[in-house]
């Protein structure tokens, strides 16, 4: 029933999906336990620990992968598939989105009493929707600072902010926007990349990414394949961790990239709490 009496087992590995507040302590503890370790996004509200923990993680040599599992939809995938593949050449920009409405996200419990809901337990949408700064990263390279505004623009009676907009310069000299927001009464996802070459769009409702390749002046449409289900992809990222623990092998988000992407949330706090462009402190 407690953390301590399931170490007590020795496990091999540790899942920590618990309250976002509680992820570092808890990581911490595991680690210093000898577990590997599979966290859920975001991995941590605060930069408190991170340090110890990443410190603990590289001193016993643990695998270690944060749970950032839009990288393993299909959409994502295939997007930067195409990028890796210089589709569209040098990447100028990227806007990348992502809204739904909070209420409706877990039925039948309180969306007040989540997480999501309550700046102590690490809610919000900028930690909360983190995968879509995740994903900027992702596709367009490290970030080398941020301008934020985040604000609490709904009528839900909670301390945390509902809808918030990134600007990121990366290290590449492409920019992003990232949007991100728990108000909007239709779930929508998906993204746009411009390059010098032609353009990439995603979007999550249609199950298409569509490429556009300027040399031909010709649209290549990628479909979904059918059948698949949103589960898919945490069983798939589950398989991954598990054949890097079998194999010794670096995950695609091991802990000390993830402390990275935390960089660049922590930046994205101070610049809306000071309403100036805050450099994200990560080398190029």
């Not at 979007?203 to 059918?226: C, E, I, L, N, P």
Request: aromatic share 10%; glycine share 8%; hydrophobic share 40%.
């Amino acid at each position: 029933e407690n953390l301590e009496e399931g170490l007590d087992w020795r496990p091999d590995f540790a899942v920590i999906a618990s309250p976002t507040d509680l992820h570092a302590m808890q990581a911490l503890q595991a680690a210093r336990s000898g577990c590997h370790l599979f966290i859920e996004k975001p991995l941590s509200h605060t930069e408190a620990g991170l340090k110890e923990l990443q410190e603990e993680i590289s001193g016993r040599n643990l695998i270690t992968l944060v749970g950032c599992n839009m990288r393993f939809h299909p959409g994502p995938a295939k997007v930067k598939e195409l990028l890796e593949h210089n589709a569209i050449g040098k990447i100028l920009f990227a806007r990348v989105h992502t809204g739904s409405y909070l209420p409706q996200w877990r039925p039948g419990q309180d969306y007040l009493k989540s997480y999501s809901a309550n700046a102590s337990m690490g809610g919000g949408c900028i930690l909360d929707c983190i995968h879509e700064i995740d994903l900027a990263r992702w596709y367009l390279g490290e970030m080398e600072d941020v301008f934020c505004r985040a604000e609490h623009l709904s009528s839900m009676k909670m301390d945390v902010e509902d809808t918030a907009i990134l600007v990121c310069k990366h290290f590449s000299g492409a920019l992003s926007e990232v949007h991100l927001d728990y108000v909007q009464r239709t779930y929508e996802r998906g993204c746009q990349i411009a390059g010098e070459d032609g353009s990439i769009f995603w979007d999550y409702r249609q199950g298409q990414v569509r490429w556009f390749d300027a040399s031909s002046d010709q649209w290549k449409t990628y479909s979904q394949a059918g059948g698949w289900t949103v589960n898919q992809m945490y069983i798939d990222e589950m398989r991954h961790f598990l054949r890097c623990l079998e194999e010794g092998a670096p995950t695609m988000l091991p802990v000390d990239d993830a402390a990275r992407l935390m960089n660049v949330v922590f930046a994205a706090k101070r610049s809306a709490a000071t309403g100036r462009t805050v450099r994200t402190g990560i080398d190029a």
